[in-house]
């Protein structure tokens, strides 16, 4: 093949691939005046040109569609799923055949006059195709994800006399189409149009991609931008899903790889492009496909991963974020300042051709020049008096801010920073619990995004469509965010503006699609009330779930039933309506009739047949059905959850396990599951496991003093004191000191002794000043414990809460050294045991004469070390009232014990 068409071929793949981006700086016209309008590469370039005036329908119904799928209007096919299913086998034979090559020859379809292609023109059949294929996937984009919402044909194939058949695009081919999506049991949300469209764009892709192999070359061409394409149509597809797709996931992580292969460097942008790239392309390219998959990575939870991506689409770009704080003003009526979270970036732009990189860094203040966007909201909602960006002091305590302030006003950010931005607002919403914290964490992001002068459209929902939800979580700013929404559900359904700036940066940030987005403005309204308006909404996009519960809450169950009856009579086969039935009549027969129509298939009906099992109480049913529908979809985190809970109480704890075990792994953040881990753990000995789980699962519940009880004893069991105590601690706090585990500080105080125990040359022998080692001074690691024990012993005894802690709190004292606070200590405990049910009741006696024993040894240690005999005479006196009043016990060990410590005292006293 000639190297210019070669160069042909790769200015089609950047020239579809800048449709997505940022327009071109100067329009290119790759076809010469000479080429004749019959020629291959006169049509590659007017399907292309299509797609950049955003005109995907024209695209589509170009004179090129007929030189791939030669002699397809011929073919007969009725309003029935087996005639799609036939037709579109057709499809992908004939876009096959129009770019095989056998046996190193090639063979060409007779596409003009007859006559065998040359082979050269294999370059340009594959740019055709890939056309064709990227214009059918970015109509579909523009009617479901960024609008306008323009009239399409339902049938993607625009052939010579085929105008007339254009309603049969709809119908049960429709019907087909969309069940081609569904994969694993999960449903399509909501009501999509012209479904037939993303069919048709992956047969084109895939047979791409098959011709071409791994490395997507093909007769020595490389088209390496079908892997991104194709990346971009799969997370598309799992957009439109209500569950995630694990087979998705898998075949994302192929087409990830490959892009990033091919465009997550400078090095290999510029071999691709040497000599068709603008300046400061190249480094867009590379963070753009750095972002995308950063964002399918955080869609499927991989909220590490995604990070790591979005850094590096950050350092592709020049951009370095972070958050700081300035003073400032939240509300109209504040008197006093605030510090206020803003938004700093240093950005660094480099230069692919001519002339040294630039260097520059500029703080980003949310008070810098609005966008025209929020200017338009601030007016609109006058009403409330929350800021929509902080005003902030324009001296903030030194002159350095008043430079950075003026440096901020002229600072203009490209669009792949602000998508990097957004990205990063969601990674902090993703990596954090979900709580109020989090929402002005993003804040920052979302100001930033709006003190910009002007932001592509779909970016600037995206930041919009982030306020909304950050503020429908306030008070006072609630209703504001309700209006906000119906605003950004009208712009994006309106006709303006066209979709060439809406396509822009549409694949860099997540924003939902255009159903997704009207049920979210569903839910909404319910939030706030509006159930009424909320109805026409689900209705018009065939949510029957959301409809449901409307219904519910209006307590109108029997219109509920109404409706789905009524859309049964018409779709008698969709199993969704039949599990829709079963929810709102608790029948379980609905459900088995969704399982005959699905073939099986249904995992929505065996989700709802293993929870009705589970209330009835037949678990081991309830387990096995849940098995049968996680084998289906494994992305499901509440699935594995329901499933390890019927494991549990079907006493299969190895199930069990693994099914908590699988459910942290979909979704990390589900401090349930880590406590049924550790839980479980526990009950088999697995004392580091547990341990393990148990630390992850307080991350998400740290008021559960249950939790802290639990996480003592396993970190005791592996010989984390120092977990222990702390862990003992939290308990007795959030317990309000009522939950003692006494047995559990007996063996605290055990090991402790024994630590103290331990030479200090043998463990941490510590040097003075002069450099000298003092062997006999007690390890570090002791005084550490000593200090958190008496801590723990001495919150309770000041709560009074147990009188059994006294000979806890005695020991403590003699391992401090101090006898006479351990003499006291035990007193006070041998005191608590006296009363007059000491000698008819024999355990409380045995209590008694065990902490008398301790108390007289104690007392006897004092006269050793004091030489004096006071003690002595106290221990006397007090065993042998202990062993005249005991006389009932006389038979037991320990009255026998106290006899032998008041004869060996006697002695010592008898001693001159």
């Known amino acids: 093949m000639a190297r210019a068409d070669v160069e042909f071929l790769r200015s089609v793949e950047?020239?579809?691939?800048r449709c997505?981006?940022?327009?071109?700086?100067?329009?290119?016209?790759?076809?010469?005046?000479?080429?004749?309008?019959?020629?291959?590469?006169?049509?590659?370039?007017?399907?292309?040109?299509?797609?950049?005036?955003?005109?995907?329908?024209?695209?589509?119904?170009?004179?090129?569609?007929?030189l791939v799928f030669r002699s397809l209007e011929s073919l007969e096919f009725a309003d029935s799923s087996e005639s799609a299913e036939r037709f579109y086998r057709e499809v992908e034979k004939r876009a096959a055949e129009f770019v095989r090559v056998s046996?190193?020859?090639?063979?060409?379809?007779?596409?003009?006059?007859?006559?065998?292609?040359?082979?050269?023109?294999?370059?340009?059949?594959?740019?055709?195709?890939?056309?064709?294929?990227?214009?059918?996937?970015?109509?579909?984009?523009?009617?479901?994800?960024?609008?306008?919402?323009?009239?399409?044909?339902?049938?993607?194939?625009?052939?010579?006399?085929?105008?007339?058949?254009?309603?049969?695009?709809?119908?049960?081919?429709?019907?087909?189409?969309?069940?081609?999506?569904?994969?694993?049991?999960?449903?399509?949300l909501g009501k999509l149009s012209i479904v037939q469209y993303i069919i048709y764009a992956?047969?084109?892709?895939?047979?791409?991609?098959?011709?071409?192999?791994?490395?997507f070359s093909f007769h020595r061409i490389e088209v390496a931008s079908?892997?991104?394409?194709?990346?971009?149509?799969?997370?598309?597809?799992?957009k439109i899903l209500d569950n995630l797709s694990s087979s998705l996931y898998t075949s994302l992580q192929d087409l990830m790889s490959n892009t990033l292969r091919q465009f997550g460097s400078l090095d290999c942008i510029s071999l691709y492009w040497p000599s068709q790239l603008y300046e400061k392309e190249a480094s867009t390219i590379v963070s753009m496909a750095h972002l995308e998959v950063g964002i399918i990575e955080q869609a499927y939870g991989r909220v590490d991963s995604s990070g790591l991506h979005f850094n590096d689409a950050e350092r592709a770009c020049g951009l370095h974020l972070s958050v700081t704080g300035v003073l400032g003003f939240r509300t109209i009526h504040q008197v006093d300042a605030k510090s206020q979270l803003v938004l700093v970036a240093e950005t660094e732009v480099k230069g692919i051709k001519g002339g040294l990189p630039q260097t520059s860094e500029f703080p980003i203040k949310s008070s810098a020049e609005p966008n025209h966007e929020a200017s338009q909201f601030s007016a609109d909602y006058h009403d409330c008096d929350i800021l929509m960006t902080p005003r902030l002091l324009e001296n903030n305590g030194d002159a350095k801010a008043n430079e950075s302030s003026k440096l901020s006003d002229h600072l203009v950010l490209t669009e792949a920073q602000k998508a990097i931005v957004l990205a990063q607002c969601l990674h902090i919403k993703k990596k954090n619990p979900d709580n109020e914290l989090s929402g002005w964490e993003m804040a920052p992001f979302i100001e930033a995004i709006d003190s910009q002068k002007h932001t592509y459209f779909i970016i600037q929902c995206l930041c919009d469509l982030l306020r909304v939800r950050w503020e429908s979580t306030r008070g006072r700013t609630k209703q504001r965010a309700l209006l906000m929404m119906e605003k950004l559900v009208g712009r994006v359904c309106g006709p303006s503006p066209y979709a060439t700036e809406r396509i822009r940066f549409s694949f860099s940030v997540y924003v939902p699609t255009i159903p997704a987005l009207r049920k979210e403005y569903g839910m909404l309204l319910v939030s706030n009330g509006l159930i009424g308006e909320a109805l026409r909404t689900f209705e018009e996009l065939e949510l029957w779930d959301d409809l449901i519960h409307c219904y519910r809450l209006l307590e109108k169950k029997s219109a509920a039933v109404d409706l789905i009856r009524a859309r049964l009579a018409v779709t008698p086969d969709d199993p969704r309506l039949w599990c829709s039935l079963g929810d709102v009549a608790n029948d379980d027969a609905h459900y088995h009739k969704a399982l005959e129509v699905s073939n099986n298939r249904s995992v929505r009906a065996k989700r709802s047949l293993a929870r009705s099992a589970y209330n009835r109480g037949d678990f081991e049913t309830s387990k096995i059905l849940w098995e049968s529908a996680m084998a289906i979809n494994s992305l499901f985190p509440d699935g594995w959850f329901a499933l390890g809970a019927a494991a549990l109480k079907a006493r299969d704890l190895d199930k069990a396990v693994d099914a908590f075990t699988r459910a942290v792994q979909v979704d990390p953040d589900n401090g349930e599951a880590w406590n049924n881990i550790a839980c479980l753990h526990k009950m088999k000995k697995r004392s580091k496991e547990s341990f393990v789980a148990f630390k992850e699962a307080l991350k998400f519940r740290r008021n559960s003093w249950q939790l802290w009880e639990n996480y003592s004893h396993v970190a005791f069991d592996i010989g984390n004191i120092a977990q222990a105590l702390e862990a003992t601690k939290m308990a007795l706090?959030?317990?309000?000191?009522?939950?003692?585990?006494?047995?559990?500080?007996?063996?605290?105080?055990?090991?402790?002794?024994?630590?103290?125990?331990?030479?200090?040359?043998?463990?941490?022998?510590?040097?003075?000043?002069?450099?000298?080692?003092?062997?006999?001074?007690?390890?570090?690691?002791?005084?550490?414990?000593?200090?958190?024990?008496?801590?723990?012993?001495?919150?309770?005894?000041?709560?009074?809460?147990?009188?059994?802690?006294?000979?806890?709190?005695?020991?403590?004292?003699?391992?401090?050294?101090?006898?006479?606070?351990?003499?006291?200590a035990f007193l006070k405990q041998v005191r608590s045991y006296q009363g007059s049910d000491l000698w008819r009741d024999r355990d409380r006696f045995r209590k008694f004469a065990a902490a008398s024993l301790q108390l007289c040894r104690v007392y006897m240690e004092i006269a050793s070390s004091t030489g004096q005999r006071r003690e002595l005479f106290t221990a006397e006196m007090h065993l042998k009232n202990a062993v005249k009043q005991g006389i009932d016990f006389a038979e037991t060990k320990e009255f026998k014990d106290l006899e032998t410590c008041l004869q060996e005292i006697r002695s010592r006293i008898a001693e001159p």
């Not at 071109?24 to 370039?45: E, H, M």
């Not at 992956?202 to 791994?214: A, M, V, Y």
């Open 14 to 17: 950047l020239r579809l691939l």
């Open 20 to 66: 997505t981006f940022s327009p071109p700086a100067q329009s290119i016209a790759p076809s010469t005046p000479d080429d004749p309008p019959s020629s291959l590469r006169f049509a590659v370039d007017s399907v292309v040109g299509a797609i950049e005036r955003g005109k995907y329908a024209e695209a589509l119904s170009s004179d090129a569609v007929p």
């Open 103 to 188: 046996d190193g020859r090639n063979f060409w379809l007779d596409c003009l006059d007859g006559d065998e292609e040359s082979e050269e023109d294999i370059g340009y059949k594959i740019a055709l195709v890939l056309s064709l294929g990227v214009a059918a996937f970015l109509g579909f984009v523009q009617r479901n994800l960024t609008g306008p919402i323009e009239d399409y044909c339902p049938f993607p194939l625009y052939m010579p006399g085929w105008s007339e058949r254009k309603g049969e695009g709809d119908g049960q081919w429709g019907v087909w189409a969309r069940n081609q999506l569904m994969l694993e049991g999960s449903d399509v």
């Open 202 to 215: 992956r047969i084109l892709l895939n047979n791409l991609k098959s011709t071409h192999g791994d490395g």
């Open 226 to 238: 079908v892997s991104w394409w194709l990346c971009r149509l799969t997370f598309v597809q799992q």
């Open 733 to 824: 706090d959030l317990s309000d000191n009522k939950r003692v585990d006494l047995e559990l500080l007996e063996k605290i105080v055990q090991s402790v002794e024994e630590i103290s125990s331990v030479p200090g040359d043998n463990l941490d022998i510590r040097a003075d000043e002069s450099g000298s080692r003092k062997g006999n001074e007690r390890p570090r690691e002791a005084e550490f414990l000593i200090g958190m024990l008496g801590n723990v012993l001495q919150q309770i005894i000041k709560k009074g809460v147990s009188n059994n802690v006294w000979g806890l709190y005695a020991r403590w004292h003699k391992i401090k050294g101090d006898l006479p606070m351990c003499a006291e």
